[in-house]
């Protein structure tokens, strides 16, 4: 019985979704196997230096990740299309409603709220750039809205 339950506890533990490359932390990167937390923070720094992954392979840009780690990663995380890009549209940050704002990569419901409040109390944007003041918002997610966000 001990082995059943032990053989379903680690089933459900692989069944988790995969994590997002873009919008992970060092905290849940470091529990993926084969990184540990200095494989984490240099992931984490390559993506604040040079923007959001395009692709999982993109991991082999990082210092530290080889062809092998890739391949037990693989299946573990992801790097999602942004909606509004698949669209060919793009989200404008002054009129956009809570739940279009979420469409928007790295961009969950405490972010979209946070857009709101901040040009309900500051007046519109001049420039997605702008997110940056935001505290919620990192350079990371503000560099993954360049060609889907707009502030008009």
Do not use: Y
């Not at 937390?37 to 395009?54: D, L, M, Q, T, Y």
């Not at 092998?68 to 989200?91: F, I, K, S, W």
């Amino acid at each position: 019985m001990r082995a059943l339950l032990l053989c379903f506890l680690m089933a459900c533990a692989f069944a988790q979704a995969p994590l997002n490359l873009n919008t992970a932390t060092e905290t849940e990167l470091a529990a993926l196997p084969g990184i540990g937390p200095s494989k984490a923070a240099a992931i984490v720094a390559w993506r604040n230096e040079n923007g959001p992954f395009a692709r999982v392979e993109d991991l082999l840009k990082v210092d530290g990740v080889g062809p092998a780690t890739l391949v037990t990663l693989r299946d573990r995380v992801t790097v999602p299309e942004p909606a509004p890009a698949a669209t060919g549209g793009r989200v404008d940050i002054n009129t956009a409603d809570h739940a279009t704002l979420q469409q928007l990569p790295g961009v969950g419901p405490t972010k979209a709220q946070a857009i709101i409040d901040w040009r309900n109390a500051n007046g519109p944007f001049s420039s997605c750039d702008e997110l940056a003041k935001l505290p919620a918002m990192g350079p990371a997610t503000v560099a993954s809205l360049k060609g889907v966000c707009t502030a008009r």
